[in-house]
């Protein structure tokens, strides 16, 4: 009796954690609304749907060595790693993927894309970086009229309107000097506006605006709703007069300004236009931070007017490490090349206590005031910041001055309606299969058929909970395998079944039957159980993607289908033995 | 009591040499018309290149749609209808994939389609459902990954059977395995199945659940060899396999009921994998007993155990056995 109870504590406590694993939960994640990207908490339930589910885009990116063999490859991939990752975020895309697959691969998934061209384009461009001067000549604040002006002719133009990439030609005012034309045609593709020079790139025309449309369309609903929330905070906002001159505070050092994150929202899409550029007094530019700063439990943005001529670029540099020093505190230190330190030598002596601006595609990573005149080795003081600070900025500086090429070896998109389709199928197979099954274990063994069945409720219930708790991808072959698995788990039960009716044939007591059935059955269940999850095991190993999330769900599905039928199942018996006393017979 | 097949005592086993000529003419069939046909078509997975699926608005002229292909210098492409009449899918190769230079790698051949048909019927006649590119190397890669995938499940299920049982079981298993994965080719080959990464799924599956069967079949065998001692091998499986009658029937109705509600309602992207399934249904359960079982009562023939009963006896039994075995002989 005891033991029943332990049994049936064990089944409702995975019930419990089940429903616990499977209970939709708020998510906090990055969105693209109205072309910006803000935090957003969205509830959703914790199983992760594949790119082939919810549509999106899969990329294969690998080290493009046609020009050329790369000396240190895994190093390199490491590094191109965190530019894809940071150009990945920048595109706003929830729950993206970046990881590395294999020695020069890395794997791109974006759920929800519905410009894979773009983003095609953002993620292979090579990073480039820039030292930039910032501005003392309160460039900005003498702008402030004009800036002002673009902003009320503009501003409610663009809340009604939608993606603010619409903004037109924007064109990276800088190209700078003594960068190669590739990568001054890549200047700007981080801030939203840049697609246009990412299409630029990718050289296209006409037809390709016709299909954009046609993307557009497809996930309309979607898109609609986004939009109606945005129109509706440009709506709240009082007036857009004077929107630049109340938004900006001045920063710590010249050149430099503070927004609140509700304002960095409004305005960063004008910023991109090209009469926002314009209105900048000549030779000078506006970039954002990379970073958010808290204070206060407001989050704040920079904002940076800078020379637009960089003093350098990234091709000069060679090297960058992070360093810790007892009174220097952590450092960065960076290594030009003989000719970039030369430059930098002249440049930096020229501008001493000014503050340097460290870009990485358009955006201000840091901006360390310059102390003395550098040659071919400098460092960069963080003051305060962490030595995981100084490690990240290191990896940004090498990422920025060394870019792999990278090269698309596989893309797979999927439009969201065909993933959606794919799920309601799914799910109707699964229905029906559910159906199917049940009625022939019902129909075959009576009451130890609804036993049966009762434990499959309980098998999908707990595979589903165990594809929530190890953050599995559902995909369609993996929907497949689950409905699949569900012909397949109740062979357990069959085979314990089968059991019970030779040992009840050898005229033995019902109880003992059971009890003999369970334990006869055993040896065959573990065994061909094992045998299938060695195959699954192969699977994940060397599958990818779809193939890998197939594994997963066979892998998930045989735990629960041993568990169900050898414990679950044998619980029922149990407790149907222990109310009828001594029963005669056994419907099975 | 509903009971089917209860206390059958089929005799499967003699049946083995026309089944075996029966399954060697399938393979060969199956393996020649692949053959005539050029060989197994292989998904994009695999081959590298591009596939797009295309849904229209109205039905579109296919002859229409490949001129314009054509005209617009996607060469070659190989247009199919796709579920419904509006749905088609385009594949074609990258004719610079062995360049490997060209920057935007596979995915530039899917750009072109859809600005060729776009120029063609019009931006808004047609929306891109699903678009595929992979390169060459990847492709290979990915077919030798297969091989290698289905060669340790071999591998390790000889090792698992050779612990659990004995090294004869192991091998036969293997061998009942390795026929599924050459009907199946055979089977894909007459279906005229596209060879994707979810058929090879799917393959897996199959040699999984054909194990899956010959290991109920061979558990109740080496069940049986410590019940019925001195029982000729070829009588004990003939009654393991007659023991394991029920279940096998009831295990592959719901399996098949579940293959078949894939088939029948999960979509035309996921058909291949279901029909593959469904075949192995049959293949697995044809390999375990004429396959598996025929393999091992000839194994014991050509290699006779030695003395199974006295490895698994205790030491002290030898001295009892001999006349026990002069009887059963």
Excluded: C
């Excluded at chain 1, 990568?183 to 296209?204: E, F, I, N, Y």
């Excluded at chain 1, 102390?371 to 600070?389: D, F, P, V, Y």
């Excluded at chain 2, 209860?6 to 199956?30: E, L, N, S």
């Excluded at chain 2, 390795?178 to 005229?192: E, N, P, S, Y």
């Amino acid at each position: 009796m005891n033991n029943l109870k332990s049994r049936l504590l064990v089944i409702g406590a995975l019930i419990l954690a089940s429903l616990w694993a499977l209970f939709p939960r708020t998510v906090v994640e990055r969105v693209k609304r109205d072309g910006v990207f803000v935090t957003d908490t969205v509830r959703r339930v914790p199983l992760r749907r594949g790119l082939d589910l919810q549509g999106g885009m899969h990329l294969t990116l690998e080290v493009d060595e046609s020009k050329g063999a790369i000396a240190n490859k895994n190093d390199a991939v490491e590094r191109a790693l965190t530019v894809v990752r940071n150009r990945i975020d920048e595109l706003g895309v929830s729950e993206p993927i970046v990881q590395k697959a294999g020695e020069d691969r890395i794997l791109v998934e974006l759920p929800g894309v519905d410009d894979p061209a773009r983003a095609q384009a953002v993620v292979q461009k090579a990073a480039f970086l820039e030292f930039q001067i910032t501005d003392k000549t309160q460039a900005l604040e003498r702008s402030l009229g004009k800036l002002d002006a673009v902003a009320a002719q503009r501003l409610p133009a663009l809340a009604a309107r939608t993606p603010a990439t619409a903004g037109g030609a924007v064109a990276a005012t800088t190209t700078p000097a003594g960068s190669t034309g590739a990568s001054g045609g890549l200047g700007g593709l981080l801030t939203p506006g840049g697609d246009t020079a990412a299409k630029k790139t990718v050289a296209d025309s006409a037809a390709r605006a016709g299909k954009r449309t046609v993307a557009a369309g497809t996930s309309a609903g979607r898109d609609s709703a986004r939009r109606d929330s945005a129109t509706d905070t440009a709506a709240k906002l009082p007036t857009t007069k004077g929107a630049f001159s109340k938004a900006i505070i001045s920063g710590r050092g010249p050149g430099e300004y503070v927004l609140t994150e509700a304002d960095y929202l409004k305005l960063q899409p004008l910023l991109d236009l090209p009469e926002v550029q314009a209105a900048m007094p000549p030779g000078k530019v506006l970039r954002w931070g990379a970073d958010t700063l808290v204070q206060g439990g407001q989050v704040y943005r920079t904002l940076y007017a800078l020379d637009s001529r960089p003093i350098i670029t990234g091709e000069y540099l060679t090297d960058a490490r992070p360093a810790s020093d007892p009174t220097e505190g952590n450092t960065v230190q960076f290594t030009l090349s003989r000719e970039g330190g030369r430059r930098f030598q002249t440049e930096t002596a020229r501008h001493i206590k000014d503050f340097m601006a460290v870009v990485l595609d358009q955006r201000v990573i840091t901006a360390p005031v310059i102390e003395s005149a550098i040659g071919t080795n400098g460092q960069i003081r963080l003051g305060g910041g962490s030595l995981q600070a100084a490690q990240d900025l290191a990896i940004v500086l090498k990422a920025g001055a060394l870019p792999v090429p990278l090269r698309v070896a596989e893309t797979r998109e999927v439009g969201p309606s065909l993933g959606r389709d794919s799920i309601n199928k799914g799910i109707a197979a699964g229905v029906v299969a559910v159906l199917v099954v049940v009625v022939i274990m019902i129909a075959y063994y009576r009451f130890s058929g609804v036993l049966a069945v009762g434990g499959l409720a309980l098998y999908v219930l707990y595979t589903l909970a165990t594809l929530a708790g190890f953050n599995a991808t559902l995909t369609l072959p993996g929907l497949a395998g689950f409905v699949l698995s569900i012909g397949i788990a109740v062979d357990a039960n069959v085979l314990i079944f089968e059991r019970i009716r030779e040992e009840l044939d050898t005229s033995k007591s019902v109880r003992t039957a059971i009890d003999e059935g369970f334990r006869h059955a055993l040896p065959a269940i573990v065994d061909s159980n094992v045998s299938t999850a060695l195959t699954a095991l192969v699977l994940y190993s060397f599958g990818t993607g779809p193939v890998r999330g197939f594994a997963v769900t066979l892998l998930a599905g045989i735990a629960a289908s041993m568990v169900t039928a050898i414990f679950v199942v044998r619980t029922f018996y149990l407790l149907w033995l222990s109310r009828a006393r001594a029963p005669r017979a056994l419907s099975i | 009591m509903l009971r089917i097949f209860h206390d059958t005592h089929y005799d499967f086993i003699k049946w083995w040499r026309a089944m075996a000529i029966a399954t060697a003419t399938f393979i060969i069939v199956g393996m020649g018309a692949t053959l005539l046909r050029g060989g197994l078509r292989y998904s994009i997975d695999f081959t590298g290149g591009t596939l797009m699926q295309l849904a229209f608005q109205q039905k579109p002229d296919v002859a229409q749609l490949r001129a314009a292909l054509d005209a617009g210098g996607v060469r070659d492409a190989e247009i199919t209808q796709f579920g419904s009449d509006r749905e088609f899918t385009v594949r074609a190769q990258d004719e610079n994939a062995s360049a490997g230079a060209s920057t935007h790698g596979a995915e530039s051949v899917a750009r072109r389609v859809r600005d060729v048909l776009a120029q063609r019927f019009g931006a808004s006649a047609f929306t891109v459902v699903r678009t595929e590119a992979v390169g060459p190397r990847v492709g290979s890669e990915l077919r030798r990954g297969a091989i290698i995938a289905i060669l340790v499940s071999f591998a390790l299920t000889l090792i698992y059977l050779w612990f659990r049982f004995e090294w004869r079981f192991g091998l036969a298993a293997v061998i009942a395995t390795a026929h599924d994965i050459f009907t199946t080719i055979a089977f894909i080959g007459l279906m005229h199945l596209e060879v994707s990464l979810t058929v090879i799924a799917a393959i897996l599956t199959v040699i999984g659940y054909s194990l899956n069967d010959t290991i109920i079949i061979f558990d109740r065998v080496r069940e049986n060899l410590r019940k019925h001692r001195g029982m000729p091998l070829y009588d004990l499986v003939n009654l393991s396999v007659n023991e394991t009658l029920p279940r096998s029937v009831l295990t592959h109705a719901t399996t098949l009921g579940a293959t078949l509600a894939l088939l029948l309602f999960a979509g035309e992207v996921i058909r291949p994998f279901a029909w593959v399934m469904a075949f192995g249904i049959f293949t697995g359960t044809f390999s375990s007993i004429y396959v598996a079982s025929a393999i091992l009562i000839w194994i014991e023939r050509r290699y006779p155990r030695p003395a199974v009963d006295a490895r698994r006896a205790p030491a002290a039994r030898p001295a009892v056995r001999p006349d026990r075995t002069l009887a059963a002989s």
